[in-house]
T-cell receptor
Framework: KNEVEQSPQNLTAQEGEFITINCSYS?????LHWLQQHPGGGIVSLFM???GKKKHGRLIATINIQEKHSSLHITASHPRDSAVYIC??????????FGTGTSLTVIP | DSGVTQTPKHLITATGQRVTLRCSPR?????VYWYQQSLDQGLQFLIQ???????AKGNILERFSAQQFPDLHSELNLSSLELGDSALYFC?????????????FGSGTRLTVV
């Protein structure tokens, strides 16, 4: 069983659509991260969350500690948002666990 | 440029060999993290150093070792290489040893073992 589960695995959207990617985890955490990996392979850290909600431009990340669930929302999606989005948690035991990623394709 | 520098970008080597991957963290960052990303295993955490000391250890094989030097750069040594060690190796840095801050990733070293 994976400690971090993401859904969906693959997502295709039309430009302008609102997108939601979900992440559920089974361990106690000290922080949750959303990462973006572009086709070239580079990884960008989008958000670090330990509670509540954060917003950066068109991206919004939320976390519900009690339900062990986080969501990443993209408003007004754009083809440049096409990437793999990875949910990662740092457990209270100081280990890191990663989801398998959500591959997003935004079509013009 | 993220500010985290990894060298080399690409490395091709034979089974049984030893290689060293290098990471220079972003200026001011004291923590360095190493990750391995392979096609079948996805991203895995290997090890974290904070200001020269090992802080956290993940799925790092005994054939692998790492250290962080006084100037804060870090090296990941991979020995007795096997075909399955072929992967992207990422380094990331952050200012703190605690998880309250985000990470900055390097562009990775692509290791191919033939």
């Amino acid at each position: 069983k994976n400690e971090v589960e993401q859904s969906p695995q693959n997502l295709t959207a039309q430009e302008g659509e609102f997108i939601t990617i979900n992440c559920s985890y089974s361990v106690g955490i000290s922080a949750l991260h959303w990462l973006q990996q572009h086709p070239g392979g580079g990884i960008v850290s989008l958000f670090m969350l330990s509670s509540g909600k954060k917003k950066h431009g068109r991206l919004i990340a939320t976390i519900n500690i009690q339900e062990k669930h986080s969501s990443l929302h993209i408003t007004a999606s754009h083809p440049r948002d096409s990437a793999v989005y990875i949910c990662a948690v740092r457990s209270t035991g100081n280990q890191f666990y990663f989801g398998t990623g959500t591959s997003l394709t935004v079509i013009p | 440029d993220s500010g985290v520098t990894q060298t080399p970008k690409h490395l091709i080597t034979a089974t049984g060999q030893r290689v060293t991957l290098r990471c220079s963290p972003r200026s001011g960052d004291l923590s360095v993290y190493w990750y391995q990303q392979s096609l079948d295993q996805g991203l895995q955490f290997l090890i974290q150093y904070y200001n020269g000391e090992e802080r956290a250890k993940g799925n790092i094989l005994e054939r692998f070792s790492a250290q962080q030097f006084p100037d804060l750069h870090s090296e990941l040594n991979l020995s007795s290489l096997e075909l399955g060690d072929s992967a992207l190796y990422f380094c990331a840095s952050s200012v703190s040893r605690e998880p309250g801050y985000g990470y900055t990733f390097g562009s990775g070293t692509r290791l191919t073992v033939v």
